[in-house]
């Protein structure tokens, strides 16, 4: 650790003038970047286009000998290279695509020590080869980017990741810094304890987006939502995430014909032609680019007004990341999702048919995800919260929910008294399934050979369908009125429950219907 870290933070400081021409460090990449001068090990957590390039790529120049990154995107890679390069900072990165001679002559100019950041992906920064050659560099720190995908409890697991752990042993004089848009505690306290970082300092920057407002809809002939809502933003760019590549063909040509100018983005386009759509959205000649999640990754476009959802994301850390593509330049944005019951399903069937071993984690994220959607607190509240902060408006005044604009059913605390009187009935012994069964008048043998198709709640909301009960356990859970206790998760009354069953105290429950869960295509149609 060096003691004259002033004088290095001031040098920071003309760097980030000289070199990018920013005027000030934001509030935490300021500390991100001392921590890496200092040599201290550090986790890094800033949502995207929240900075955190800058935070290490200031000290790599500000520090004696070179840097190492360590990206798991080589298209990412090449994009940042290019930047520095541009302007005038000595970077270099060495992956699969390039030739023999393109790497000797990195190689030669890493020895002369030419280069100040060098980018690499984690299976060829692990190869034995590669691990040698930069044993006899003087590199000062690694800089870890996407630091999640060590952690098999976020979204992303990469196992090529996991081998990052060594290097606090074979490079014991570098400091450890890791990046990553994903929050929540478990994932952070994993990624530290994965990386074997030394008594890191972990810093979290502000995940909320002020200037987006958002709105979570259900679909309800969905064309005609996404297209109200491109009417509302003439000219101007966005986005329209779908969840599969056959879906984003069909909205795209759907939309072209109503005179929208679109394109669509997938990983299935050849790359020449998803190239060019990319090009064509971000010199705006189309209006809007309609994608799957493939489209984004390294987008640097400022001035997206809206993007749409037309199914749910599979977990709340890429909806934050896909949604938070939409005002990057400050000014006003719109975010429309638009989900249904079949999403889940949609996802549970894409999943099932990928990484097995990471199907329960990857359920968890998309089931967090539903129950936001669901939910009924303040949209901007909820995401901020999910992330680890705290958020202290009452009424952010950019939600559907500030808004006053859930469509909520007529006379809640009837509705919420069937369901927390049947929950009672059940003596508090049984999970959500058990009681949305109950409720809908589930001929299902542990329902019948329990006697509770005797119980007086039995079959009261067999009319509302299993989707609907289901949604509203979840908006009660989520409104304090139950809670899940024990072993098997239980559903039990809270105080609140209690009195709701009096009449006393407020509750809001949205409408739910069950038809527009059975339009989604299903997943195996991409
Ligand atoms: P992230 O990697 O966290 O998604 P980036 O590092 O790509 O974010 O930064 C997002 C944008 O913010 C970039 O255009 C970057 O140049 C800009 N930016 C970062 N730090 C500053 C700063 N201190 N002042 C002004 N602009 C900044």
New binding site residues.
Partial sequence: PSNSSGDEMDRAHSV?RSV?G?????PL?ADAVQDVIQGRDSLVV??????????YQVPALVRDGMSVVVSPLISLMKDQVDALTSNGVSAALVNSTQSVEQKRETAERLRRGEIKILYLAPERLLTPKTLDFLRSLPISFFAI?EAHCVSNWGHDFRPEYRGLRILKEQFPSASVHA?T?TASEQVRDDIAEQLQLNQPNILVGDFDRPNLTYRMLRADGKLNQIQQCIAQHPGESGVVYCITRKEVEQTAAALESMGVRTLPYHAGLPDDVRQANQEAFIQEKVDVIVATVAFGM?I?K?NVRFVIHAGMPKSIEHYQQESGRAG?DGLAAECILLHSGGDLMSWKRILENGDRSNFQSAMASVESMAALCNGVQCRHASLVEYFGQEYDSDNCNACDVCLGELDVVDDPITLAQKILSCVVRLKERYGAGHTVKVLTGSRDQKVIQAGHDQLSTYNLLSSEGATAVRTWIEQLISQNHLIRTGEFQSLRLTESGRALLKREGEVTLTKVSAKSSSRRPAANES
């Fill in positions: 980030l990018w920013y005027d000030s460090f934001r990449q800033l949502p995207t286009g929240g900075g955190k390039s800058l935070c980017d990046f848009a390294g640097d400022s990057r």
